[in-house]
């Protein structure tokens, strides 16, 4: 089966601007996105640029625009998409070279929700919690923060400093988190100017998550939680619970997934 694949191709110090780039390619059973961007560099052009790791979906350094809609190349097998492929860079987020963008954008809306894990100082023991909210685990339970569902988002179109979806996912993921602190101060960074009231739920980053993660249902409790905040209501805080109490609800739930302090969940 012979393909054609559209390549997106920009090299800055040429000073040509953007152009699509055609290249035939032969392709073999079960090959994907990203062995055929491997065959253009073998076949046609060496210097063509793109991104990638660890080859099975859990990095999500690969991410592109294939054929229109966000993937991952190394997931996206060919057969699938006919005989003529489109592959370009990830919108909203600058051109480095070809396929290459820059993350820097995304990871500046992370730290802009303070999207890392500090924990409950006044905690002296290990927690080891039950996780209650299942709801909001998808297929791998985490982010694997590979930008689709910023690229996806049409609300970046019109704010371009919308957090986007992958930051007020994580921001809830922490505020839900029972080894964290008061809930509070995360939230109400949230809900500044180009935070969660910005997003319309129209559930693009749900389409194109890799991992099924519910974005739109994470932003939406987001959403709760801030009018709660802003009327002067406490936010509720799930109680941590210690090992052995840990255990005991665990035999009772039987199969719900648990965290270690290092944040690692494990399901039976």
Same mark, same amino acid.
């Given at each position: 089966?012979?393909?054609?694949?559209?390549? !997106?191709? !920009? /090299?800055?110090? #040429?000073?040509?601007?953007?152009?699509?780039?055609?290249?035939?390619?032969?392709?073999?059973?079960?090959?994907?996105?990203? +062995?055929?961007? !491997?065959?253009?560099?073998?076949?046609?052009?060496? $210097?063509? @640029?793109?991104?990638? @790791? %660890?080859?099975?979906?859990?990095?999500?350094?690969?991410?592109?625009?294939?054929?229109?809609?966000?993937?991952?190349?190394?997931?996206?097998?060919?057969?699938? *998409?006919? /005989?003529?492929?489109?592959?370009?860079? *990830?919108?909203?987020?600058?051109?480095?070279?070809?396929?290459?963008?820059?993350?820097?954008?995304? !990871?500046?809306? *992370?730290?802009?929700?303070?999207?890392?894990?500090?924990?409950?100082? $006044?905690?002296?023991?290990?927690?080891?919690?039950?996780?209650?909210?299942? +709801?909001?685990?998808?297929?791998?339970?985490?982010?694997?923060? %590979?930008? #689709?569902?910023?690229?996806?988002? @049409?609300?970046?179109?019109? +704010?371009?400093?919308?957090?986007?979806?992958? $930051?007020?996912?994580?921001? *809830?993921?922490?505020?839900?988190?029972?080894?964290?602190?008061?809930?509070?101060?995360?939230? &109400?960074?949230?809900?500044?100017?180009?935070?969660?009231?910005? %997003?319309?739920?129209?559930? /693009?980053?749900?389409?194109?998550?890799?991992?099924?993660?519910?974005?739109?249902?994470?932003?939406? @409790?987001?959403?709760?939680?801030?009018?709660?905040?802003?009327?002067? &209501?406490?936010?509720?805080?799930?109680?941590?619970?210690?090992?052995?109490?840990?255990?005991?609800?665990?035999?009772?739930?039987?199969?719900?997934?648990? #965290?270690? $302090?290092?944040?690692?969940?494990?399901?039976?």
């Amino acid at each position: 089966m012979r393909v054609t694949a559209h390549v !997106f191709r !920009f /090299d800055p110090a #040429a000073n040509t601007g953007a152009w699509l780039e055609s290249y035939p390619v032969d392709a073999f059973p079960d090959m994907t996105v990203l +062995d055929l961007l !491997f065959e253009v560099v073998r076949r046609h052009d060496p $210097a063509l @640029s793109f991104r990638c @790791s %660890c080859r099975v979906g859990m990095c999500g350094t690969c991410t592109l625009l294939i054929n229109g809609r966000e993937g991952l190349a190394c997931q996206t097998k060919v057969a699938m *998409l006919g /005989d003529e492929i489109t592959v370009r860079p *990830l919108n909203h987020l600058p051109v480095v070279k070809d396929l290459v963008v820059d993350m820097d954008p995304f !990871f500046v809306r *992370l730290r802009a929700v303070d999207a890392s894990f500090h924990g409950d100082p $006044a905690r002296q023991e290990i927690a080891r919690v039950v996780w209650e909210r299942e +709801d909001l685990l998808g297929e791998a339970g985490d982010c694997i923060t %590979c930008g #689709a569902c910023l690229s996806a988002c @049409s609300m970046l179109a019109l +704010d371009r400093g919308f957090v986007g979806p992958a $930051a007020l996912y994580r921001a *809830l993921m922490l505020v839900e988190d029972p080894r964290e602190g008061e809930p509070e101060p995360r939230v &109400a960074r949230t809900l500044g100017e180009h935070g969660v009231w910005r %997003c319309h739920g129209h559930m /693009d980053c749900v389409k194109v998550c890799p991992k099924q993660l519910p974005l739109t249902k994470a932003i939406h @409790s987001l959403k709760r939680l801030g009018v709660r905040w802003a009327v002067g &209501a406490r936010l509720p805080r799930q109680p941590p619970a210690g090992a052995a109490g840990a255990e005991a609800r665990t035999a009772a739930g039987g199969g719900r997934r648990t #965290a270690s $302090a290092g944040g690692e969940r494990r399901g039976r």
